[in-house]
């Protein structure tokens, strides 16, 4: 069994043996349940990567359908910046709610 040490604001480091163990890295989740005898964490970044992953293969099997663009190649590039703007603009304001 590791121990860990409860540091300020409740930080704890898990051991660097656990987290290869479990393949974490900075910036993964982990689910925290409180459980008869104590806590419980299970990281949440194998189950996201596997969702994610699946995910993606269901996107890049789908059957694609693309319009003929009518645009030259400095219009095409043009409408792609806006959608970027547009996106990042959608994405923003989400991000405030």
Not at 77 to 87: G, L, P, S, T, Y
């Amino acid at each position: 069994m590791a121990r860990v040490r409860l540091l300020r604001d409740g930080q704890v480091t898990l051991p660097a043996a656990l987290r290869h163990k479990l393949n974490l890295a900075e910036g993964d989740w982990l689910d925290a349940e409180v459980v008869e005898d104590g806590l419980l964490l299970k990281p949440l970044s194998a189950r996201e990567r596997e969702r994610a992953w699946d995910e993606l293969m269901q996107i890049i099997d789908e059957p694609k359908r693309r319009e003929p663009i009518d645009m030259t190649p400095e219009e095409e590039e043009e409408w792609i910046v806006e959608e970027i703007e547009a996106a990042r603009i959608e994405e923003h304001a989400k991000s405030r709610r």
